[in-house]
């Protein structure tokens, strides 16, 4: 018997069956010995139902979880469980009952939710926590031995717009020793004094009468001469708070004797390289590691993120490269000046994949509210700690919704010719205006009450900017792993 001739019978059963209610109604039918030991044998019918339950519950857990082949490991992406309801949720089990009583009586049950730590201030623990790593503190005794050397000099850089140093032994420059290997440095340093556009820059890059740590960037809006050594710092803090995910080299603030002169700069860890991301086709470029530069990018909203200040070293039994980022000077700008926003990045095809579980999980636990403690322990203005805050919640909106690092990078980096406002720019632009409005007291728009009601805004605003950008699918390429 067929399927269908099997279908036709059950209907034409229940088409008696129904004919048959009114004298089953009136007839009392003595219960059959099967009826009174309890069992009761399943139809074929009941037990299809109970076959196509089974499917779908198994549809429901393989849709929740794909395995896909893009990463080297087998990585697991997060997807949405399917939308409907189980017809078991809202059943009471059988060994409970069900919640009775008045709305008084449950309200007593229910414990009081706890007032949240305010972590805006920074408290000496955290400050021992985030401002001090067992990392930096062993690089800054390794610098002060080696610097207090005689052996040991600052050799500048070649490249660059400010001066930077590296702390190497004096035998290494000497022509001897031209044909033996050379050792690695110790560092770079990079003086405040010398930065681009300070009083005394060596390049002649400098601005007449410009004061460290307070005069405004004449190239760079939303900067100050001088400051790049505190994002240097800030970058490495931040990052090295969720285990150095982006792999930020150790950097401290130091007070080095450069050519005679004591001078205050941020001091770097050395880290050996093959070459620069700029002399490498992308091919060679594994997905997760232009993942980790790009969220750490937009964390901090990076407007000098090109090819050349990101390092490649091979990875052990693979035939792409490990990044590291360096040259973070110039992130976190004010966020009245969002319109530098550089992400070479955006341009590398790694950036349109969706992000791993590992990925998503860190933006998850990133925390504005401590990270902004940190950076005004630093010393970083509360403008552009407000610009850390707004990216960080777009990041996390972003990531959350399902879009790519391409998809978001492209909310924060002007398109073409960089003369139209990025949505971004559109976002804060109108939040503040919305905020100034409401507060309507010029002498508040500097406090905390302003800057937080501006990142609230802009965080409500995000939404829309995803809602109206389509998502883009990219297709599976091995060699990307």
């Not at 997760?288 to 050349?308: C, S």
């Amino acid at each position: 018997m067929g399927a269908a001739d099997w279908l036709r019978l059950c209907s034409e059963r229940a088409t008696t069956a129904m004919a048959t209610t009114d004298e089953a109604k009136t007839t009392v039918v003595a219960p059959s010995p099967r009826a009174k030991s309890g069992g009761r044998k399943k139809s074929r019918f009941g037990r299809l139902r109970l076959q196509g339950s089974a499917m779908l519950n198994a549809k429901e857990l393989l849709h929740q979880t794909v395995v896909t082949k893009l990463y080297p490991a087998m990585v697991q992406f997060r997807l949405s469980p399917l939308r409907g309801s189980s017809p078991f949720k809202d059943a009471v089990p059988r060994d409970e009952s069900p919640i009775v009583g008045d709305k008084k009586e449950r309200d007593e049950c229910v414990e009081p939710e706890k007032e949240l730590q305010d972590e805006t201030e920074l408290t000496p623990a955290l400050a021992a926590k985030w401002l001090t790593t067992e990392a930096s503190v062993r690089f800054a005794e390794e610098v002060k031995c080696m610097a207090a050397d005689t052996s040991s000099v600052f050799q500048i850089t070649s490249e660059g717009c400010g001066g930077a140093y590296f702390l190497t032994a004096e035998s290494m420059s000497s022509s001897r020793l031209s044909n033996k290997k050379k050792m690695d440095p110790m560092g770079i340093f990079k003086p405040r004094d010398e930065e681009y556009m300070a009083p005394k820059n060596p390049r002649g890059y400098v601005k007449e009468n410009a004061v460290v740590g307070v005069t405004e960037h004449p190239v760079n809006k939303g900067f100050r001469v001088g400051n790049g050594a505190l994002r240097e710092r800030a970058a490495y803090l931040l990052d090295n708070a969720y285990g150095n995910f982006s792999g930020v080299p150790v950097t401290n603030l130091m007070v080095l004797k450069v050519n005679g002169e004591e001078k205050e700069g941020s001091m770097q860890r050395f880290v050996a390289s093959q070459c620069s991301a700029e002399d490498m086709g992308t091919l060679k470029f594994a997905i997760p590691e232009v993942h980790k530069i790009g969220i750490l990018d937009v964390r901090l909203f990076n407007t000098d993120r090109h090819a050349g200040n990101i390092l490649l070293s091979p990875r052990a039994n693979d035939q792409t490269f490990g990044m590291t980022p360096i040259d973070h000077g110039f992130c976190l700008p004010s966020y009245k000046h969002l319109d530098g926003a550089t992400f070479d990045w955006l341009q590398w095809p790694q950036a349109q994949f969706p992000f791993t579980c590992a990925e998503l999980d860190h933006i998850a636990a990133l925390d504005e509210a401590r990270d902004a403690a940190v950076l005004r322990a630093v010393g970083i203005e509360e403008e552009c700690v407000t610009t850390m805050r707004v990216c960080t919640a777009v990041l996390k909106l972003g990531a959350e919704a399902g879009f790519s690092l391409f998809e978001i990078g492209s909310l924060l980096q002007r398109d073409g010719d960089f003369s139209l406002p990025s949505q971004l720019e559109k976002a804060v632009a109108k939040a503040t205006a919305c905020v100034e409005q409401e507060l309507n007291l010029s002498e508040e728009k500097s406090g905390a009450a302003f800057f937080d009601a501006v990142v609230a805004e802009v965080t409500g605003q995000a939404g829309c900017m995803f809602e109206g950008q389509p998502k883009k699918k990219v297709r599976s390429i091995s060699c990307f792993s």
